[in-house]
């Protein structure tokens, strides 16, 4: 099943503004206990990009998205939501925007499917005599069909997950604003959320989600913003943070002097020597070429390889701990 194309202005009548779906600008939250959750934050998600709000549990990215959806009122800052200032404009902008938050408000008594019908009843927007097409359409997408008659409070974490994403896809949304959306699903649910994803974002959403998991971003996002102690330490294309992960040449050999001479030699960077272990930033030189300096000098090699640092090496530099790299 295709996603609902999202309607967007003509590029030749979008603004600077348009090409973020959501701007920051010092965004801050300090609880009334004096807890600084989110300090000055200016986040920049790109309209059209996966963006992933990447953090361990506590850096403050619910508070961030609860700030964002105005849910909970920033101590400073400003912030815009697709095209309109928040909150001036939030009864404009907010239709457009489908949001999964923790806890959303379903009623335990109903089912998935009354409590969807009791959603789009109360949005003004939505044509009634369309519907339970839409509501199916929506249980469709999240899998959920078969225990749409299901009461809410006999529903597992996983499948209360599926009908908070259900009821964001009742109507094609410019923008979805995710908080941890594979959370509490079994591998099998966390695959089709995330092929979910992949599959709005194809069809013109932008998607802004939050998780703890960097295997997910890896997987799905184009962009990402890493989050840290309540500031935003790291901000940029994947594409770009992965091409900042240079690889380094990595030598074992019993003359370590003389393979840093050789390694000297050929202007490398950042030569280090630890033991027998020598290694090098390799930069744009080609690895056989390292080989062949070696040969020539007479360095006896026992072991050589090309190791390029992941990403989460990058983010560990960057936030000082390390992420859960699973899922
Ligand atoms: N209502 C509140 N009152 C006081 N402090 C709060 C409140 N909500 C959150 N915090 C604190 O703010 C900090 C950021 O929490 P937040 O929930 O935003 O982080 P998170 O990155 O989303 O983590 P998680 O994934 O665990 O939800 C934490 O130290 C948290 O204890």
Known sequence: MTAPAVERRPQSEQTEEDALAVATAGLTKRFR????????????????????FLGPNGSGKTTTIRMLLGLVQP?????RLLDGRMPEDAAAVLPRVGALVE???FYPHLSGLDNLRRLDAVDRTADPATSAERIGAALDRVGLTPAGKKRYRAYSLGMRQRLGLAAALLRPRELLILDEPT?????QGTREVRTLVAELAASGSTVLLSTHLLAEVE????????????RLVAQAPLAELRSATEPRVEIETDRPADAVATLCRLALCDVLADGRRVSAALGDLPSDRVVAALVYDGVPVQGFRVAVPDLEEVFVD??????DVSG
């Open 33 to 52: 206990g004096g807890q600084l959750a989110v300090d000055g934050i200016d986040l920049a998600v790109p309209t059209g990009s996966v963006y992933g």
């Open 219 to 230: 997987q799905i996002c184009t962009h990402v913003g890493v989050m840290h102690v309540g």
């Open 183 to 187: 959370n509490g699903l079994d591998p």
């Open 318 to 323: 960057l936030t000082g701990e390390g992420f």
């Open 75 to 79: 101590t400073a800052g400003t912030h």
């Open 103 to 105: 806890g959303p408000a």
